[in-house]
């Protein structure tokens, strides 16, 4: 999964809310076991969505330890 969002729309929860949304999707509706998702280290607001995600999901979301 990646995204992109313009700063000067960062803080309205656009990433999160789509980000959630791939992740129903994903699992509802492919059926797909897993999601895998990089984040480049140095981008702490990406983490904490992805972050936030896992708390919602049923199944594994991988994130790679040195990312959290």
């Known amino acids: 999964m990646g995204y992109w969002i313009g700063e000067s729309f960062w803080g309205n929860g656009i990433a999160s809310e789509s980000v959630e949304l791939i992740i129903n999707y994903a699992f509802s509706v492919l059926k797909l076991e897993e999601v ?32 959290l």
Do not use: F, G
Request: glycine share 0%; proline share 6%; charged share 20%.
């Open 36 to 67: 895998y998702a990089h984040v480049y280290s140095q981008n702490k607001r990406s983490i904490r969505v992805l972050e936030k995600n896992i708390a919602r999901s049923t199944t594994d979301i991988i994130i790679p330890p040195n990312l």
